[in-house]
Every structure is written in C-alpha cells, then in structure tokens.
C-alpha cells in the first residue's frame, strides 16, 4: 500500500511541476496561476515525504512552506537577491511578495487537499 501511494503521490508531483512550468510559457495565462500550482506541487512533495502521516499534516506543511517562501521574499539580503537572481532557483524562491500569493497558495493546497481526499485516497488501497 505504502508504495503504491508514494508512486501517486510522486506522478502527482511532477505532473503539477510540468504544468507549472507550462503556465509560465502560456502568457494569456494568470500569473497567480503558477502561485496556486506551487502550492499544489509542495502538497504533492509532502505527501510522498510523508505519505503515513494524516493528510492535514500535508495541508499545514505545504502552507507554511509555502508561506515562508514567501516571506522571505521581504528579506533583502545579499544571498537572498541572489537566490532570486538565479535562473533556476527563482523558480522556487520566487522574485517579490505579493499578498495575492498568500490567497493563491491557500487555494492550491486546500485543492489538492481535496483531491486527495475526494479522488486519490479511493486508488491508494
């Protein structure tokens, strides 16, 4: 059971990581788009970490994870503008805070959330 969960919690994953990416090259697609995706995808990444533990663990991990990557947004460091400089990693660490970040993750792990609860916990046994 243990592995067949993580196998679709880790497909669950990287599909949200390729449309995540692919929102980013549509343009006539929102930018808050690719903010509740993140926060879908981090759900996803919890999941496969600890997929034994209650699904509200997911739920509050993805949030605060992604809530502080999004205050860390307000940090201007030296190291942190540049960690938001680097083509990569600006994908995970973001460029500047927005509060409708904050509303967008909210919605992306709750959704997931539902997901999993409504969809995947019927194929993980």
Not at 45 to 63: E, G
Not at 101 to 106: C, F, H, I, S, V
Request: aromatic share 20%; hydrophobic share 55%; proline share 2%.
């Amino acid at each position: 059971m243990f592995i067949k969960a993580t196998k679709i919690y880790l497909m669950a994953f990287f599909i949200s990581i390729a449309i995540g990416l692919l929102s980013r090259k549509i343009h006539f697609i929102p930018t808050i788009t690719g903010d509740i995706i993140y926060a879908v995808m981090s759900y996803w990444m919890f999941r496969v970490l600890f997929h034994t533990k209650a699904l509200i663990f997911s739920l509050i991990a993805s949030l605060s994870f992604c809530f502080t990557i999004e205050l860390l947004q307000l940090i201007q460091y030296p190291f942190f503008i540049w960690l938001r400089n680097h083509q990569l990693l600006r994908l995970v660490f973001g460029q500047g805070f927005l509060w409708s970040d904050l509303l967008a993750y909210m919605t992306g792990a709750y959704g997931a959330y539902l997901i999993d609860i409504k969809i995947l916990t019927k194929y993980k046994n």
